[in-house]
């Protein structure tokens, strides 16, 4: 036993003190121009400076103007190969996207993109030439987060707002793990999104997107930056979660609900209402009520459906009447915001039937409708019988949540679509005396 | 400002060294005697979550390659869900001691993301010989929280439980790109870039 135990020592220290083959990847620690630069003098070259060497085989940099055209040399090697350097062609005023791929001598190929600007500012790296845009994988993510939003926030109000106090103990735990479905959903939901935008910005196949490097996708853009924020706040909003199942604390709960809501914003702060013509802290505002009162509403009739009716049949009335008169509250708030939205985004009603985005919009605004009057009935038709202590309703309540689910399909690719360009101002006109 | 990475390793491994010292604790003076204070017994499975929640800003933060978010992300989830788990049961919300098995879970799937993300080969520099090590050395010893489930008093699974985690940490805090001793083993691993 000794003497395996000194072998297994020596070996050790053998393998630590012995030279090896050299191999790995390689990663990008300084460019110029830099990241998203703007310079006032056009470049003679770009310069990427690597932590490794590379090699000459595989070695790719390209420099494209906005429209695609190719203003780039031959690379070539410097510093014993750490360096590249390509030459470019004389810049006119514009932005313009540099995608770089090199080989290390492992065989791994790392790749990337990011933009700078001759005399204007340079767009993100998400908007990048040859980035192709949010594509019909990237909506389907984008509604699946606002689920696992609308489970997660919609299942927590319901519970500290409508079903206040002690619970049936089945209740309490089918309601909670509906909640902390939403939560976990809403990380991993979230990973895959950024994931599929940096795909999308680096334009690499999935291989070789695991070596990419998505530093400048994560600090670079809003997108990045609400990755980061939401993917921190719903760690810790999850945490909350869970420290209330496990200490039946409301507290907890509250806590959860409140940062919930607050790191949605994100969503609001990245999107059109942040960057749009006409943007400002109102639009973000009234982007953000909109979101969190569908998010409530429809993850309250999730609650509803799947929870209270089929478990507890004794706190149906309560449940379902104080939902309705939460749920009244949510869609005023939700349609004010959405009205004034829609006023923004489009300049003239006819661009509802003249643009891609006026189309799923009226989409949207007409699975609205079928859910709001759904909902009505509820509200007016079927509470008085459920007052009453009859009615049978769960197949209705899972269809209005339905309807539901499908207005956040719309939301989803509204939100990845662009709206219609704003006329341009007119300048004041002089008066002439 | 970023920290340096081994900066960020230190941090865990003085983590992982109070969760291996409180297991040894508890191994020494045996659970019935650790328990009568009630707060000890959240002891290690409360820092174990915690380690889970710090984890998620090293997640966000070092986003140098895809492959790397995922592998720090993976850590993040399955410390908080095996924290969970523990805290769980001490406090009596869950019963089922199959519910000790997702530390070993935790084991596995820690050990196979250090695995898969680390491409260089075991000699290429220091850090590259702490991941796999530290990667089978996870894999393997996922046995032992595992055995831990069908003999929860075995004073032998507890002690090696505690000394899991020292040795984890030990290997974390030995993770340095540049070192005096054992740093670059390959000439051409580069030249120290801090």
Do not use: C
């Not at chain 1, 509200?379 to 049978?392: H, I, N």
């Amino acid at each position: 036993m000794r003497r395996l135990a000194g072998a297994a020592v020596v070996v050790a220290v053998a393998a630590l003190a012995l030279p090896a083959g050299a191999l790995a990847h390689a990663t990008l620690e300084r460019e110029s121009p830099s990241f998203r630069e703007r310079v006032e003098t056009a470049p003679r070259s770009v310069r990427l400076n690597f932590s490794e060497s590379v090699d000459p085989v595989a070695l790719s940099v390209r420099v494209y103007t906005a429209r695609g055209r190719v203003v780039s040399g031959r690379p070539r090697l410097l510093d014993a190969g750490r360096i590249v350097q390509t030459p470019l062609r004389k810049l006119d005023r514009g932005a313009y996207t540099v995608r770089w791929q090199v080989l290390a001598s492992d065989g791994h190929v790392t790749s990337g993109v990011y933009t700078f600007g001759v005399h204007v500012a340079a767009p993100p790296p998400t908007a990048a030439f040859g980035a192709s845009g949010p594509t019909r994988t990237e909506d389907i993510v984008r509604w699946a987060y606002f689920l696992s939003l609308a489970l997660l926030l919609g299942g927590l109000a319901f519970r500290l707002i409508v079903l206040r106090g002690p619970l049936p103990a089945r209740v309490e735990r089918r309601s909670l793990l509906v909640s902390g479905i939403g939560a976990f959903a809403t990380i991993q939901v979230g990973i895959l999104a950024f994931i599929l935008r940096a795909e999308d910005a680096l334009q690499l196949p999935f291989g070789r997107l695991l070596y990419g490097d998505l530093a400048p996708i994560a600090n670079g853009t809003r997108f990045g930056t609400a990755f980061i924020a939401m993917t921190l706040g719903y760690a810790l909003v999850t945490a909350f979660v869970f420290l209330g199942w496990l200490t039946d604390r409301a507290a907890f709960f509250w806590t959860a609900l409140v940062l919930g809501l607050g790191f949605a914003s994100g969503l609001s702060l990245s999107g059109h209402s942040a960057v749009d013509a006409g943007a400002s802290w109102k639009s973000q505002l009234a982007d953000w009520v909109h979101l969190s009162a569908a998010m409530l509403w429809i993850g309250g009739l999730v609650q509803l459906g799947a929870v209270v009716w089929p478990l507890a049949p004794e706190l149906r009335r309560r449940a379902f009447l104080g939902f309705s008169r939460l749920a009244t509250v949510l869609i005023g708030a939700l349609l004010l915001a959405g009205i004034y939205l829609s006023v923004l985004r489009l300049p003239q009603v006819s661009d509802l039937w003249k643009t891609g985005y006026g189309h799923v919009l009226l989409v949207k605004l007409a699975l609205v409708a079928l859910a709001l009057a759904w909902g009505a009935a509820h509200r007016f038709l079927a509470a008085p019988r459920v007052s009453a202590g009859s009615g049978r309703l769960r197949r209705s309540l899972v269809g209005e949540s339905l309807v539901g689910m499908a207005v956040l399909l719309a939301a989803a690719v509204l939100v990845d679509s662009q709206p219609p360009v704003q006329p341009p101002r007119e300048p004041p006109r002089a008066v002439s005396r | 400002m970023q920290p340096p990475a081994e900066h960020v390793h230190w941090l865990f491994a003085t983590g992982f060294l109070i969760l291996g010292l409180l297991l040894l604790a508890e191994a020494i003076v045996g659970t019935e005697v650790w328990r009568r204070r009630a707060w000890r017994a959240y002891l290690f499975p409360g820092t174990l979550f915690l380690m889970g929640v710090l984890m998620w800003p090293v997640m966000t933060f070092f986003t140098s390659s895809t492959i790397h978010l995922l592998a720090h992300g993976a850590w993040a989830e399955v410390m908080m869900a095996a924290g969970a788990a523990e805290l769980a049961l001490v406090r009596g919300k869950l019963h089922s001691p199959l519910w000790r098995a997702m530390v070993a879970l935790a084991f596995l799937v820690s050990g196979t993301a250090l695995l898969i993300h680390e491409q260089n080969p075991w000699l290429y520099q220091r850090s590259s010989f702490l991941h796999h090590a530290l990667g089978w050395l996870l894999v393997a010893t996922a046995i032992v929280p595992l055995a831990r489930v069908f003999r929860p008093r075995s004073v032998s699974l507890g002690s090696a439980f505690a000394l899991v985690f020292v040795v984890i940490a030990v290997m974390l805090y030995s993770d340095r790109d540049v070192a005096p001793i054992f740093g670059h083993l390959a000439p051409t691993a580069g030249a120290p870039h801090r």
